[in-house]
């Protein structure tokens, strides 16, 4: 945790804060600050500075705030990944929230198993836990916007060439294929498949919704691998 | 796992294996293969291919090799990483391996806790396994170099500078700082600090030796995550 990133809630005062639970926790176990310790905060969806430690014991963090700083713009960038497994999706949604990506699709694809679809970490309480730890990482307040397409079909042809027109958008995948085009027009939108691969038809379908397809060499990477290797070409 | 990875000792026969184990249940239960089927596979420090099952069951797995394609090439690339804790040790490792990395070296720094070094994770055992899953996941067949520098100054000072010798080193930290150079000499060498960054003394000591600063933008990544967006970033 790099930021102790704040709600709306815990505000007693619009320069007071008071926490209790993970955070409490967090700050007395891991950082280890005493009363009098500055600490980088960052109100959710707002701005960033420090918080003074007035109280810290068991009960409750009281911190001062100073929030004078902007956050980091996020990036012009649509990550679209097909929904990964349970065990690796919270780490996937954490990291491009970490990234700075403004906008997250998860989508299904023919390789993603239905029943992931039911998995308890797609709750949208569990999966916005994720998307701040994302933030508290990278030290952002603002949340990207996170959506999940339960349907290939409707969200390819009829969002997708929206969400692309005036920018640039590419379909990640290993193997030979197009290399990075030197000049991209922004908003890059970036789509990345399931392990296995998009099918066929899955690939023509996102072509013909306008991506292009970009390849990422011999190597095949995981997801949250390869979602981090593309934002750094590209940002 | 997209690719078998095979032992020398696996070999009956240069173009038959048997196995058995982790990778014959997973064969059996997450690729599903029945006899006939054809798998990705690939010889340890050698080729890679297919192996057609001859035999499935819950004693073992036979194959019949065809062995006749080169692994993908290393990337030019050595990676010094401060030794992260174990929880992430694994999966920096195996992620380090599946983006080709030539050389991996895990170094100690200041805000390196030092019951890190004493992690079952860093026996030569426990390292290797995860080198392997990388290979596995990106198919390819060639371990990198990995070495464990437990004392930063002899590193830094004596073995660094030949590591960078016609080539180009970065050292990557967040914030404001030397913005990515165009041209870079291979090879290239990329150090990354550990949680809380290096500290002044030993950035000095980086520079000394031949690293130059390289902001990574205002966003602190996880290990992982930068080390795969600084891999996608130059090659």
């Known amino acids: 945790m790099n930021l102790l990133l704040l709600l709306p809630e815990d505000l ?12 409490l926790a967090h700050v007395r176990e891991v950082h280890r600050a005493q009363v009098g ?3 980088a905060v960052g109100l959710l969806g707002g701005a960033m500075g420090r918080g003074r430690v007035l109280r810290l014991d068991a009960g409750a ?9 902007a956050p980091p713009p996020k990036l012009p960038l649509s990550l679209v990944i097909a929904l990964p497994r349970p065990k690796v999706l919270n780490r996937v949604v954490a990291a491009a929230a970490s990234l700075g990506a403004g906008r997250i699709v998860l989508l299904n694809a023919w390789k993603v198993e239905k029943a992931y679809w039911s998995s308890p970490r797609l709750q949208p309480d569990s999966l916005r836990q994720q ?3 994302g933030l508290e990482q990278a030290r952002d307040t603002v949340l990207p916007e996170l959506r999940l397409a339960r349907l290939f079909r409707p969200f390819v042809e009829d969002e997708l060439p929206e969400l692309l027109a ?7 995948h290993p193997g030979p294929g197009e290399t990075v085009p030197e000049v991209l027009a922004a908003p890059l939108t970036l789509a990345i498949g399931p392990e296995g691969g998009w099918i066929e038809a ?7 919704a306008g991506l292009r397809p970009l390849s990422l060499g011999p190597r095949i990477l995981r997801t949250e691998t390869a979602l981090a290797a593309l934002v750094g070409k590209f940002f």
Chains 1, 2 share one sequence.
């Not at 005036?166 to 990640?172: I, P, S």
């Open 61 to 69: 963090l009281e911190l001062a705030l100073v929030l004078d700083e």
């Open 202 to 208: 899955e690939v023509r379908s996102l072509i013909k």
């Open 166 to 172: 005036g920018g640039t958008g590419l379909l990640a």
């Open 12 to 23: 007693a005062a619009p320069d007071r804060a008071i926490l209790s639970g993970r955070r």
């Open 131 to 133: 998307l701040l730890l």
């Open 37 to 39: 310790d500055e600490l």
